[in-house]
């Protein structure tokens, strides 16, 4: 059973459309992640995830390694 939630992080760091698709890249990379939309206007990234596989935990730290920070 998929546990399916949306969560919006504020990302930092980003400038243009590649930026946003290198964190939405870094994202995806975290097995159980559905979709991800990053803002580089909003400093932001709406992830769909299933929790039954990940957590916000592990997607922050791949957003992380990136050239982009989450901040908490
Ligand atoms: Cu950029």
Not at 36 to 44: E, R, T
Not at 45 to 69: C, G, L, Q, R
Request: charge should be negative; glycine fraction near 6%.
């Amino acid at each position: 059973m998929a546990d399916i939630k949306e969560i919006t992080l504020k990302v930092t760091g980003m400038t243009c459309g590649g930026c946003e698709k290198a964190v939405e890249e870094a994202a995806m990379s975290v097995e159980g992640v559905q979709s991800a939309n990053a803002s580089h206007a909003d400093d932001s990234a709406t992830i769909v995830y299933d929790a039954e596989s990940t957590d916000p935990m592990f997607i922050t730290m791949a957003i992380n390694e990136t050239h982009y920070k989450v901040e908490e």
